[in-house]
């Protein structure tokens, strides 16, 4: 007979990650904007979802299924905001390092990861 498989993961309180409105301002002017002109989606919807954190908690439990994460190093290509990197450092206390490619808000972008990371609580 099969058993039921539960959910052996801790999950971090969302409360423990903080998203400064500076992150927040910038992903509405970026990723908001981008998607308002492309499905008129408003920018803050667009900006919350993008930086919803639930997304890398979902990401790690599904990773977790492959490799064990605790204590591990990440170089997280293309981090975007840094909310992956934020949260798997959090809960998994990862050795983690992000790179970005070059964008039109480079260089207010490349600053976002650690401005972040020294935030986030």
């Given at each position: 007979m099969p058993t039921e498989q539960k959910d052996i993961i801790p999950t971090l309180p969302i409360e423990a990650?903080?998203?400064?409105?500076?992150?927040?301002?910038?992903?509405?002017?970026?990723?908001?904007?981008?998607?308002?002109?492309?499905?008129?989606?408003?920018?803050?919807?667009?900006?919350?979802?993008?930086?919803?954190?639930?997304?890398?908690?979902?990401?790690?439990?599904?990773?977790?299924?492959?490799?064990?994460?605790?204590?591990?190093?990440?170089?997280?290509?293309?981090?975007?905001?840094?909310?992956?990197?934020?949260?798997w450092i959090k809960q998994y206390e990862l050795d983690g390092m992000a790179l970005r490619g070059t964008q039109k808000d480079s260089a207010a972008l490349s600053k976002l990861p650690v401005s972040f990371l020294s935030q986030m609580g």
């Open positions: 990650i903080i998203v400064p409105d500076s992150v927040k301002e910038l992903a509405e002017r970026s990723v908001g904007v981008f998607f308002e002109g492309v499905n008129n989606m408003p920018r803050a919807v667009a900006a919350r979802d993008h930086l919803d954190l639930q997304r890398p908690i979902r990401a790690g439990r599904l990773l977790k299924n492959f490799t064990p994460l605790n204590g591990m190093r990440l170089l997280e290509i293309g981090s975007g905001f840094g909310i992956n990197l934020a949260t």
